[in-house]
């Protein structure tokens, strides 16, 4: 409320039954008078006037502190949800939303804890990814129930509080009439409330305190922080998938020719700082155009997305395998010395000879070159190398891996050609 209509109505708590006691005493006097002397009727003016302005005084003051508190706990859900705001604004990243969010979540309400729940959308299972607890605060004993609770959320886009040691109920159902949504009795009070994405809950959120700590208002801005997360979080997916898409080649799923280059080029510049070497692999099906005319493509495709897999079970987690066109495939192992990156290579060159495709037998031409240098060298020099060690394979009768090391002092090529 306006602080200007608050300084009005305190006024009028005082003046208002004032002036109308005045006029109705005026109005009586003249009956009065008959009855009672001129001091009585003074005296009893005086207390009624006192009396009935201090009756509707303290009437106006407790509707003026009303407004007051109201005021406060909506000026309060404001600032929290623009701190909010801000902490999910600050990066498209899934992992850095979850956790500005739970960190902005925990301190707002004071809570002892804070458990954030998501939804995978590909399977529908609810796991929980985030926990937070501020330290300093003192512990709580808040052992909750597994995944039941989170579940029944999920299922009914209802919020839900489990009193420790009673049971969940429903929030509706508790009395308003002080704002306290448990009692000193409980050990601790969790509130569950739906992390919600226009029609649909992608998580549940979980704010663990104290019985008497947490209150409808609180409960209330959990809702609308609930309602603003989830979209943050769909907002977050949508962005990892866009930026999933633009890097990946969409029949495979290995990265794509643009993701390769960029990452080599980077590569290639921590090779230089660090004194790091790095191994790159072109892989190249034997005679793949005859099995597509034979077979068809949908066969094909799905030889490429087996290929794939082939050499993803050969690889490192560090190791990144990209389609870089038709049936040739690009394999970057960072920090790889020449014999560690030649075994990786004989093992891929042997997964794919003796894997039973669905139309029969393939094999591969693969071309390795491997570098450690203190000279600046270009990505595309790099792939170029790759690609000649691949045709050199392809022309020495294919179904080999033809190695080549690049030597920082002339840029000299020593050549290994590896025979089925």
Same mark, same amino acid.
């Given at each position: 409320?306006?602080?200007?209509?608050?300084?009005?109505?305190?006024?009028?708590?005082?003046?208002?039954?004032?002036?109308?006691? =005045?006029?109705?005493?005026?109005?009586?006097?003249?009956?009065? /008078?008959?009855?009672?002397?001129?001091?009585?009727? +003074?005296?009893?003016?005086?207390?009624? &006037?006192?009396?009935?302005?201090?009756?509707?005084?303290?009437?106006?003051?407790?509707?003026?502190?009303?407004?007051?508190?109201?005021?406060?706990?909506?000026?309060?859900?404001?600032?929290?949800?623009? =701190? !909010?705001? /801000?902490?999910?604004?600050?990066?498209?990243?899934?992992?850095? &939303?979850?956790? *500005? %969010?739970?960190?902005? #979540?925990?301190?707002? !309400?004071?809570?002892?804890?804070?458990?954030?729940?998501?939804?995978?959308?590909?399977?529908?299972?609810?796991?929980?990814?985030?926990?937070?607890?501020?330290?300093?605060?003192?512990?709580?004993?808040?052992?909750?129930?597994?995944?039941?609770?989170?579940?029944?959320?999920?299922?009914?886009?209802?919020? $839900?509080?489990?009193?420790?040691?009673?049971?969940?109920? @429903?929030?509706?159902?508790?009395?308003?009439?002080?704002?306290?949504?448990?009692?000193?009795?409980?050990?601790?009070?969790?509130?569950? !409330?739906?992390?919600? @994405?226009?029609?649909?809950?992608?998580?549940?959120? @979980?704010?663990?305190? *104290?019985?008497?700590?947490?209150?409808?208002?609180?409960?209330?801005?959990?809702?609308?922080?609930?309602?603003?997360?989830?979209?943050?979080?769909?907002?977050?997916?949508?962005?990892?998938?866009?930026?999933?898409?633009?890097?990946?080649?969409?029949?495979?799923? =290995?990265?794509?020719?643009?993701?390769?280059?960029? $990452?080599?080029?980077? /590569?290639?510049?921590?090779?230089?700082?660090?004194?790091?070497?790095?191994?790159?692999?072109?892989?190249?099906?034997?005679?793949?155009?005859?099995?597509?005319?034979? *077979?068809?493509?949908?066969?094909?495709?799905?030889?490429?997305?087996?290929? #794939?897999?082939? &050499?993803?079970?050969?690889?490192?987690? +560090?190791?990144?395998? =990209?389609?870089?066109?038709?049936?040739?495939?690009?394999?970057?192992?960072?920090?790889?010395?020449?014999?560690?990156?030649?075994?990786?290579?004989?093992?891929?060159?042997?997964?794919?000879?003796?894997? %039973?495709?669905?139309?029969?037998?393939?094999?591969?031409?693969?071309?390795?070159?491997?570098?450690?240098?203190?000279?600046?060298?270009?990505?595309?020099?790099?792939?170029?190398?790759?690609?000649?060690?691949?045709?050199?394979?392809? *022309?020495?009768?294919?179904?080999?891996?033809?190695?080549?090391? !690049?030597?920082?002092?002339?840029?000299?090529?020593?050549?290994?050609?590896?025979?089925?």
């Amino acid at each position: 409320m306006d602080p200007h209509r608050l300084q009005i109505l305190r006024w009028m708590g005082v003046m208002v039954p004032t002036l109308g006691l =005045a006029l109705l005493t005026y109005a009586a006097h003249s009956y009065l /008078e008959a009855f009672l002397p001129s001091a009585a009727i +003074v005296g009893l003016t005086v207390g009624l &006037i006192m009396t009935s302005a201090f009756i509707f005084s303290r009437f106006i003051f407790s509707q003026i502190e009303k407004s007051e508190w109201e005021l406060y706990q909506r000026n309060r859900e404001l600032a929290a949800l623009h =701190a !909010v705001s /801000e902490a999910l604004s600050r990066s498209l990243e899934l992992d850095e &939303i979850l956790s *500005h %969010a739970l960190e902005s #979540v925990v301190e707002i !309400v004071e809570a002892q804890a804070a458990r954030l729940f998501l939804l995978d959308e590909t399977n529908g299972d609810l796991s929980l990814i985030r926990t937070a607890a501020p330290s300093g605060r003192p512990k709580i004993d808040s052992t909750l129930p597994d995944m039941e609770l989170p579940q029944q959320v999920v299922t009914s886009g209802q919020a $839900l509080l489990f009193h420790s040691p009673s049971h969940p109920v @429903a929030p509706a159902s508790l009395p308003a009439s002080t704002g306290l949504l448990t009692t000193e009795s409980l050990a601790y009070v969790c509130a569950y !409330v739906p992390l919600r @994405a226009r029609d649909r809950v992608v998580g549940v959120l @979980a704010v663990i305190n *104290h019985p008497t700590r947490l209150t409808q208002a609180d409960l209330r801005l959990l809702t609308a922080i609930g309602n603003q997360l989830g979209l943050a979080i769909a907002n977050a997916r949508q962005y990892e998938l866009i930026q999933r898409l633009v890097i990946t080649d969409d029949l495979t799923g =290995a990265h794509n020719r643009r993701y390769l280059n960029d $990452l080599l080029a980077r /590569e290639l510049e921590r090779c230089r700082r660090y004194q790091h070497s790095v191994a790159l692999i072109m892989l190249d099906l034997d005679r793949f155009k005859d099995y597509n005319d034979r *077979h068809g493509h949908p066969a094909g495709d799905e030889v490429l997305r087996e290929v #794939v897999e082939l &050499i993803r079970r050969n690889l490192r987690a +560090v190791d990144v395998v =990209a389609r870089y066109g038709g049936d040739e495939f690009s394999i970057l192992l960072p920090e790889a010395e020449a014999g560690q990156a030649r075994q990786v290579a004989e093992k891929i060159h042997a997964a794919i000879a003796a894997h %039973a495709f669905p139309h029969g037998r393939l094999t591969a031409s693969l071309g390795l070159i491997t570098c450690q240098m203190t000279k600046d060298l270009a990505a595309d020099y790099l792939i170029s190398l790759a690609d000649h060690a691949l045709y050199t394979a392809k *022309h020495r009768g294919r179904n080999r891996l033809v190695s080549l090391r !690049v030597r920082e002092a002339g840029l000299c090529l020593a050549q290994n050609d590896i025979l089925p």
